[in-house]
């Protein structure tokens, strides 16, 4: 068994959200942020619907996402209303890859007071998504 006491935990929270065109945003993530697909079940038919797809961070970690769904949908919060933080490495030079794909910047990348180098924006559809090269708290044993 592993010692996991003073190390940040490995990501194991997948954040799941709906989207008004599931296909455009998962082209926007990859784009704009690099996520990458790695699975997407779907378009079935004309609609273009797309039931379940998952996106991998390449630094760790990955979201889920799909289609908005018809009548009560109690898996996720309405679409433009999901927020994450996403660590990254180097967050100077994602925000000019997010703004050249086209996400609206929201906070430049700036120093916070915790260590971190920061900055947000939004994705087509509304959500916010921050990035930062903060990596979580360690454990305490």
């Known amino acids: 068994m592993s010692d996991t006491r003073d190390t940040a935990p490995s ?8 989207a008004r065109d599931a296909r455009a945003l998962i082209d926007f993530l990859a784009a704009a ?8 079940y779907g378009p079935d038919g004309a609609d273009g619907r797309i039931d379940h797809a998952e996106l991998a961070w390449p630094e760790g970690g990955g979201i889920m996402l799909g289609s908005i769904r018809d009548g009560a949908d109690t898996f996720a919060l309405p679409p433009g209303t999901f927020g994450a933080y996403v660590v990254t490495s180097d967050p100077d030079t994602l925000c000019e890859r997010a703004r050249a794909a086209g996400a609206r910047i929201t906070a430049e990348p700036h120093d916070t007071d915790y260590g971190s ?7 087509p559809e509304g959500n916010l998504w921050s990035f930062g090269t ?3 708290a360690a454990r305490k044993a």
Do not use: I, K, S, T
């Open 33 to 40: 942020f690099g996520f990458e697909e790695v699975v997407c």
């Open 134 to 136: 903060y990596r979580g």
């Open 11 to 18: 990501p194991q929270v997948w954040p799941c959200l709906r």
């Open 117 to 123: 180098r920061d900055f947000a924006a939004r994705d």
